[in-house]
């Protein structure tokens, strides 16, 4: 039935539909909208959002039906006609009633037809004062129906009686439905009062003139006498009536004027504010580079700035399939909840919900009274609105040029202010800043992602030299985040350690395996060559090209040996000549490598490794630092934390008569007994053990088993050194083969 492409083209704005809803509404009560403009595959949604445009498929089929319905032929004449009522027209009446005079509003026609449709060319020529000929003629391709013509024939009557000049004279000597090549419309009305007195008045005054100038020369002294006097009389006596009819005019129009002016001015206010506005979002976003303080910078100032109740930001993820609610306000825990729950799907052609709409085709849409529409939506898209107890809305897409990004949507539910196309606008305007913030913001987070990819391929790629340092890199710089973040340095800072961390050891790429493998320990030149990695580190990242504070990734990642006493290495730096993130990653760096398996030894129980570490705090690493990394160790681990393994253990480190610093270990190889307390049942479990090394402060010693778990109560029995009382604690434990040592604090113990 539409074999053209043009038929499916958007060509008709939605307030050509929605004046024909008015005047049903008005007049037609009876008629079921909801069917109607299924009939012409219309949502009432669409209809309410003045920024959408329908087909002439959509029209046709829309006037169709209407005609039906109603039973009245010229029921598109009687729409255009109707567009002069104040209830159709409202502010717009005013403001063309400002421009004072049907001429000016026929000027202006091939100007403003273009808002309304798209499908013909309209122009205007004036023919006399009170006498206009408009041409409209259909562009090529177009197909417009007779009922058009109508409704453009009663548009042009309701254009003249807005101005209460009567129902004008149209006359259509050319009609394209009548093998015209164009519409052509002939319209004249009748003057206004003041025009026609103002026209007699001086019709008058030339008679008066010419009689007594052609009386004269028959009857001077009647002419200058009597004719003259009265003729001047009538003159000034019709120009005194015509100007008060002009003045009432004019006050009539100063009225509207004023009333229109006034409009004009809180307009133009509220676009000065609204542009203020802009500019502040503008400037507040271009300084964010992550999206979600863009977004909640946006939504503080909505919140802040403006009138509406509730707004909501949904971005698109990163597969456009669906929105996902990432900011908002005004709403409740429940209807939160359900924000957050609800899947508003893209990816599903069947999907036509307003968000999605919005999104899709990169276009406002503005519902002013949602119950208008209820009837038009899914079951779903009706529950949805219920709980959120919507009543009216505006929803415009965030773009960047051709990529949809997601949806900001306001609506008021206690505010009685109705949202209109001004809200429209403002929100486009923002959404734009928007868009290009969002967007410059993803493509920032794509680069440092890819950035940061390659850097852990690098410090995967040395850690993978040998299996037991795999992860090394990745677990230094878990450790360093974790406390800088418990410093609390800048995210800027963070991610600074982050890249030195992961990079701290590629130095070692420049070390034989020989000597990073060696199971046994190091020969003094062998150290050299170790001791040698932070500089090759530096060297190898100094030749890339870092940026901003990433500049000093060289410096940190190479100054990780360096110690707080100046006793570290390459350059021997102290206190604050070495970089903060250099002192973090050597708290990190020690901690993983002593707690992990190596060629040389056991892994390193944590207690017995962060005692070790505070006893360094001060001397090789920071003490805020290693206060720091004991915090958040603790934080991650919370079950690792035991009053009887940390707690107690630290105590006595501290104390002068029960530190194991300061008394001389001394080795020996005696048999000894130990009885460990089952700590579930309480039964006492005998295992033989060699004593290796004791002091007054505890014992190492090695037996056949399984470790122990640090904080194990045991009783020791050391043959022939009764001096020492039999109650001990498990400090850390470690396997090597088939056997296990353990290094023991004594609870009690008695000088000889």
């Known amino acids: 039935m539409y074999p053209f492409e043009a038929d499916k083209k958007p060509l008709y704005n939605s307030r050509?539909?929605?004046?024909?809803?008015?005047?049903?509404?008005?007049?037609?009560?009876?008629?079921?909208?909801?069917?109607?403009?299924?009939?012409?595959?219309?949502?009432?949604?669409?209809?309410?959002?003045?920024?959408?445009?329908?087909?002439?498929?959509?029209?046709?089929?829309?006037?169709?039906?209407?005609?039906?319905?109603?039973?009245?032929?010229?029921?598109?004449?009687?729409?255009?006609?109707?567009?002069?009522?104040?209830?159709?027209?409202?502010?717009?009446?005013?403001?063309?009633?400002?421009?004072?005079?049907?001429?000016?509003?026929?000027?202006?026609?091939?100007?403003?037809?273009?808002?309304?449709?798209?499908?013909?060319?309209?122009?205007?020529?004036?023919?006399?004062?009170?006498?206009?000929?408009?041409?409209?003629?259909?562009?090529?391709?177009?197909?417009?129906?007779?009922?058009?013509?109508?409704?453009?024939?009663?548009?042009?009557?309701?254009?003249?009686?807005?101005?209460?000049?009567?129902?004008?004279?149209?006359?259509?000597?050319?009609?394209?439905?009548?093998?015209?090549?164009?519409?052509?419309?002939?319209?004249?009305?009748?003057?206004?009062?003041?025009?026609?007195?103002?026209?007699?008045?001086?019709?008058?005054?030339?008679?008066?003139?010419?009689?007594?100038?052609?009386?004269?020369?028959?009857?001077?002294?009647?002419?200058?006498?009597?004719?003259?006097?009265?003729?001047?009389?009538?003159?000034?006596?019709?120009?005194?009536?015509?100007?008060?009819?002009?003045?009432?005019?004019?006050?009539?129009?100063?009225?509207?004027?004023?009333?229109?002016?006034?409009?004009?001015?809180?307009?133009?206010?509220?676009?000065?504010?609204?542009?203020?506005?802009?500019?502040?979002v503008g400037q507040a976003i271009t300084r964010k580079s992550d999206i979600d303080k863009i977004l909640a910078k946006v939504i503080k100032i909505l919140q802040n700035r403006l009138d509406y109740d509730r707004a909501l930001i949904l971005l698109a993820n990163d597969d456009q399939s669906r929105l996902i609610f990432r900011k908002g306000y005004g709403y409740t825990d429940e209807q939160l909840k359900l924000l957050k729950d609800t899947a508003f799907e893209l990816d599903r052609p069947e999907s036509t919900g307003p968000f999605v709409v919005s999104f899709r085709e990169k276009k406002p849409i503005l519902v002013s009274n949602i119950s208008k529409i209820m009837e038009s939506l899914s079951p779903r898209s009706y529950k949805f609105a219920r709980k959120m107890n919507t009543k009216s809305f505006i929803s415009c897409p965030i773009f960047f040029e051709e990529h949809a990004l997601g949806v900001i949507t306001v609506d008021n539910v206690k505010n009685e202010r109705l949202l209109n196309e001004s809200d429209v606008n403002l929100l486009m305007g923002i959404t734009n800043a928007i868009g290009m913030s969002i967007y410059n913001a993803i493509l920032l987070e794509s680069e440092i992602n890819q950035f940061k990819s390659v850097i852990q391929v690098l410090a995967a790629s040395i850690d993978a030299r040998d299996p037991l340092t795999a992860g090394h890199s990745a677990k230094v710089t878990e450790y360093s985040l974790g406390i800088a973040h418990e410093l609390g340095l800048s995210m800027e800072n963070c991610e600074m350690i982050e890249i030195a961390a992961l990079l701290h050891d590629y130095g070692k790429i420049g070390i034989a395996d020989s000597i990073l493998k060696k199971p046994g320990k190091l020969s003094y030149e062998e150290y050299q060559q170790m001791k040698s990695h932070p500089d090759k580190t530096k060297a190898i990242l100094d030749r890339m090209n870092f940026q901003g504070i990433y500049k000093n990734v060289p410096e940190v990642a190479g100054s990780h040996h360096e110690k707080v006493n100046g006793t570290g290495y390459p350059r021997g730096l102290k206190g604050d000549q070495i970089p903060l993130g250099a002192k973090i990653i050597a708290a990190a760096d020690f901690f993983d490598a002593i707690t992990s398996k190596r060629h040389y030894r056991n892994p390193m129980p944590v207690p017995h490794a962060l005692s070790l570490i505070n006893k360094e705090a001060g001397k090789s690493f920071d003490s805020e630092i290693v206060k720091a990394l004991e915090s958040y160790y603790y934080k991650i681990h919370p079950d690792h934390r035991s009053a009887d393994i940390a707690d107690e253990f630290n105590d006595d480190l501290k104390s002068d008569d029960h530190c194991l610093r300061g008394h001389k270990r001394t080795k020996t190889n005696k048999k000894c007994t130990i009885e460990v307390v089952d700590a579930h049942h309480g039964r006492p479990k005998s295992v033989d053990a060699n004593l290796v090394d004791y002091s007054v402060g505890g014992v190492g010693l090695v037996y056949s088993g399984k470790e122990m778990l640090p904080g194990t109560r045991v009783h020791v029995d050391i043959n022939d050194m009764s001096i020492f009382k039999k109650m001990a604690m498990v400090v850390w434990s470690a396997s090597f083969g088939p056997s296990t040592k353990l290094g023991l604090k004594w609870s009690y113990y008695l000088h000889a």
Request: a positive charge; hydrophobic letters at 40%.
């Open 16 to 280: 050509i539909i929605d004046n024909y809803i008015k005047l049903i509404n008005k007049k037609y009560e009876y008629i079921d909208i909801s069917d109607l403009l299924s009939y012409a595959g219309i949502e009432l949604w669409q209809v309410e959002d003045q920024g959408h445009w329908f087909t002439q498929v959509q029209l046709d089929r829309f006037n169709e039906r209407l005609t039906i319905l109603t039973g009245n032929k010229d029921i598109s004449r009687e729409a255009g006609r109707y567009a002069a009522s104040p209830d159709a027209m409202g502010f717009m009446r005013h403001y063309l009633l400002g421009l004072m005079g049907p001429a000016k509003i026929f000027n202006l026609l091939k100007y403003t037809a273009s808002n309304l449709t798209r499908s013909a060319k309209f122009e205007a020529k004036k023919i006399s004062r009170n006498k206009f000929e408009i041409t409209v003629k259909p562009y090529d391709g177009m197909r417009e129906k007779p009922f058009q013509c109508e409704n453009r024939t009663g548009t042009f009557e309701a254009l003249i009686l807005m101005f209460n000049h009567g129902l004008p004279l149209i006359e259509h000597p050319e009609c394209i439905f009548k093998n015209g090549h164009v519409c052509r419309y002939i319209i004249s009305w009748k003057e206004s009062r003041s025009s026609l007195w103002e026209r007699v008045r001086n019709l008058l005054a030339a008679a008066s003139f010419l009689s007594c100038f052609g009386l004269y020369f028959i009857y001077p002294e009647f002419a200058l006498n009597i004719l003259l006097p009265l003729s001047l009389s009538t003159v000034l006596a019709m120009s005194w009536f015509v100007e008060r009819v002009i003045k009432k005019d004019l006050n009539s129009a100063i009225d509207v004027h004023h009333k229109t002016s006034g409009s004009l001015m809180n307009q133009i206010n509220l676009n000065y504010n609204n542009t203020l506005l802009i500019n502040e």
